[in-house]
């Protein structure tokens, strides 16, 4: 576990924004270093230190051989509990309304026409991707640079905080209980 937990540590009594700095530039460190390959390809960081935007922070780097965006997060829900109820699985508010009458409501040509634009949207997409992949170069942008060696150049890490009181507030607005 020492292998993969580590917890960095940072020059004591300082201000908040000299611990932003550190912070900061540990991320940028740890995000330059590749993962060793004789160990599994996860690490744990947790850095507890006061940044101006939480207490505490806990790190997962992972590597994306362990699986994409939607199974990691699947994964880490269900490490997560209920606070109501631990017994029952973790659940989000929904978009689309529970009630099933609603459902039998949709008429025939509304369930035909959502699937024939889904068809004709996927086979543009579909073309699209094999154009650009076999004609027509991409263009030049901030994300595509076309340099060689673009993996070796340092970049920069954006972090968004929520707090909790502003989650409740959504939570309270959206009805959600």
Not at 8 to 23: G, K, Q, V
Request: hydrophobic fraction near 35%; glycine fraction near 4%.
């Amino acid at each position: 576990m020492k292998d993969h937990v580590k917890i960095p540590i940072f020059l004591e009594d300082r201000t908040m924004e000299s611990y932003d700095n550190c912070f900061h530039y540990y991320l940028s460190s740890i995000a330059m270093e590749q993962l060793p390959q004789h160990r599994p390809l996860w690490e744990i960081h947790i850095v507890k230190y006061p940044t101006t935007d939480a207490s505490g922070t806990v790190i997962f780097k992972l590597h994306h051989a362990l699986g994409d965006g939607y199974s990691l997060m699947g994964a880490l829900l269900s490490c997560l509990q209920r606070a109501d109820d631990p017994s029952l699985p973790l659940s989000f508010p929904s978009l689309k309304p529970s009630n099933p009458e609603s459902l039998s409501t949709e008429t025939f040509w509304r369930r035909f026409s959502l699937i024939m634009s889904s068809a004709l949207y996927t086979s543009s997409d579909f073309g699209w991707s094999v154009l650009k992949s076999s004609i027509i170069n991409d263009d030049k942008t901030p994300i595509r640079s076309g340099d060689e060696g673009v993996e070796f150049h340092p970049f920069s890490i954006t972090t968004l905080a929520f707090s909790m009181d502003h989650i409740k507030d959504i939570k309270s607005r959206l009805g959600v209980v």
